[in-house]
């Protein structure tokens, strides 16, 4: 059996660029090393102008169940 986790990461948009608020690399280093493997990350296309204004990177592991 799995457990799975979903960490957002919130995006910034400014007026030339979009920036996230953690470093997505650093997280996912992160999590990984606490037995977490990842498995994507999702980005949907939600705001007005069509830019999602989130990542969700999702990861699992298994469980002793």
Not at 7 to 25: A, H, N, S, T
Not at 30 to 48: E, L, S
């Amino acid at each position: 059996m799995y457990e799975n986790k979903i960490v957002r990461i919130e995006l910034k948009y400014g007026i030339v660029e979009m920036k996230p608020e953690q470093d997505y690399q650093e997280v996912i280093e992160k999590y990984t090393k606490d037995g977490w493997r990842f498995v994507q990350v999702f980005a949907p296309p939600i705001a007005g102008n069509g830019y999602a204004t989130f990542y969700d990177l999702i990861f699992e592991r298994q469980t002793n169940e």
